[in-house]
Structures are given as C-alpha cells and as structure tokens.
C-alpha cells in the first residue's frame, strides 16, 4: 500500500520571510508605508536572512520579545526610513542595538556603510555578529557596552540612532557627544521638542507602520563652529 507524501503547510513566519524575499513585494509594503525606497534582489535577500536568523535565535533567545509577523515589517519600514535620511559619508553608530533594529538592517540595505552596533548583553551582541558573519556584512562591528562608547568614539565623528534605548524626551542628551556629528531621532506618537543647542534639522521624514501608526524619523546636524 502507497501511501501519498506527507505535505507540510508553509508556517506564518516562513509566508512573510518568503515574501520580503521578494523585491517587488517588499517595494510595494515599502509604498504603502509612504516610502518610495525600490530594494534590489541582493538588498531583499540579505534583509530575508536576517528575519530568517532572528527567528531560529529567538526560540531559545530572549532577543527582543515575541515576533509577530507585523513586527518584521515595522521594522524594515523603520530601518528603511532611517537609511532615508543618513548623512552620506559617515558611519552609523547604533545605541542599545538589540535584535539589529535599525542597524543590522541598515547594514543589509548598504553593506558598504560603517556601522557600529552598541549593546550590553553579551547574548544579543552574539547574535549580531552570527548575523554580521552569516551575510557577509564585513563594514559591521559590534561593540558590548553602553553609550556613550569609548571604543566608538574614538574612530571619529559618526551619526547616532537608537530606536528605543531611552525615552524620546532623553535620547538627544544620550546621543550628544565631541563625535555625535549628527543625532537621529526616531519618533512615535511622542514628539518632544528639540533641546540641544549647536544642532540644526538637517533632513526628516514621515511614514506610517502597520496598524496606520504615524512616524517620523529626524536627523539633527552638528552646527559647525
């Protein structure tokens, strides 16, 4: 007696990875957020591989909470947002970088930028680099600390992000440094105003995520004396 093959239904988290993989699909959840950015095949991948690998540490890794499937594209619409606004030539440094949220992905969308993520708990800073290791990502450096950063620092001037390290209304004074060139804000619902001195509004803008949240994200210059 034969009997037919055994056919396993595709998981939740296997649909989603397998439609980030796609360029187009990815372009599209892009454009419905309010971002025109159009991905490559290579960018897509790379971004695929990264949900894909957080997934399988997240069963036995507390990495950052549960994964529901909107998350995955709330925070590609986040990193591509931050990439958005980037000062061109300067390295990104990532504060409290976590399961790779905005960094990791920035890193996978321009695997030609520096970036450095910061980090305290050893169990994430491994993941990072597993993920850094795994696509490739060679301009990627992972650094366990807190901010400010000595290590970092001393390569020079860089940008500075953080999605969720510190309160909105604390992060700028976090951020601010002899080499925080530039400050980027990333802001919900809460909309402090500005309260550094020496910094001006250098580039912004608006999107929403799943669930129609409204975003903005903001990227403050360092005033040149």
Do not use: Y
């Given at each position: 007696m034969s009997y037919p093959p055994h056919v396993t239904s595709p998981s939740p988290l296997s649909s989603a990875l397998g439609e980030l993989a796609n360029p187009e699909a990815m372009s599209a959840a892009l454009s419905r957020a309010g971002l025109s950015a159009k991905l490559s095949q290579e960018q897509a991948t790379r971004?695929?591989?990264?949900?894909?690998?957080?997934?399988?540490?997240?069963?036995?890794?507390?990495?950052?909470?549960?994964?529901?499937?909107?998350?995955?594209?709330?925070?590609?619409?986040?990193?591509?947002?931050?990439?958005?606004?980037?000062?061109?030539?300067?390295?990104?440094?990532?504060?409290?970088?976590?399961?790779?949220?905005?960094?990791?992905?920035?890193?996978?969308?321009?695997?030609?930028?520096?970036?450095?993520?910061?980090e305290p708990l050893a169990k994430r800073c491994a993941f990072l680099r597993t993920v850094a290791h795994k696509l490739g990502l060679s301009e990627v450096k992972v650094y366990r600390d807190k901010w400010p950063c000595a290590a970092v620092e001393a390569l020079g001037p860089t940008q500075v992000v953080s999605r969720a390290v510190v309160s909105p209304e604390s992060w700028p004074q976090l951020a601010s440094g002899p080499q925080s060139a530039h400050i980027i804000q990333m802001l919900a619902h809460l909309r402090p105003e500005w309260p550094l001195e020496g910094y001006q509004l250098a580039s912004e803008v608006s999107y929403t995520v799943h669930g129609g949240g409204e975003r903005l994200v903001r990227r403050w210059a360092k005033v040149e004396e």
């Open positions: 971004v695929a591989r990264f949900f894909l690998t957080r997934a399988q540490w997240s069963k036995t890794h507390n990495l950052s909470g549960p994964q529901a499937l909107d998350v995955l594209s709330t925070d590609l619409v986040d990193a591509v947002a931050v990439a958005s606004i980037l000062a061109p030539d300067l390295p990104l440094s990532d504060v409290g970088s976590g399961s790779g949220v905005p960094g990791m992905l920035v890193a996978c969308l321009e695997p030609t930028r520096a970036v450095r993520l910061v």
